[in-house]
């Protein structure tokens, strides 16, 4: 049986229902190849978004690049 899951908070969480008694003890095999060539999506990681109500932020593209227009000599 192969159950897709996501790795969340240090628990693995299946995508879909599983039908297992509670306690029931499994094996899980990585696959790293898979892993390493799908990038996670935006909307997974934790910043997506926090700026949204900051009005000195335009967009991420105009505050990295202004960032990168202040550090440099």
Same mark, same amino acid.
């Given at each position: 049986?192969?159950?897709?899951? +996501?790795?969340?908070?240090? $628990?693995? +969480? /299946?995508?879909?229902? $599983? +039908?297992?008694? #509670?306690?029931?003890?499994?094996?899980?095999?990585?696959?790293? #190849?898979? &892993?390493?060539? +799908? !990038? /996670? &999506?935006?909307? #997974?990681?934790?910043? !997506?978004?926090?700026? !949204?109500?900051?009005?000195?932020?335009?967009?991420? $593209? &105009?505050? $990295?690049?202004?960032?990168?227009?202040? &550090?440099? /000599?």
């Amino acid at each position: 049986m192969v159950i897709e899951a +996501k790795y969340e908070n240090g $628990v693995f +969480k /299946p995508l879909v229902e $599983v +039908k297992l008694e #509670e306690g029931t003890t499994v094996e899980i095999h990585f696959n790293h #190849e898979q &892993s390493a060539r +799908k !990038a /996670p &999506s935006i909307r #997974e990681l934790g910043f !997506a978004g926090m700026w !949204a109500d900051r009005e000195d932020i335009e967009d991420g $593209v &105009s505050y $990295v690049n202004r960032l990168r227009d202040q &550090s440099r /000599p």
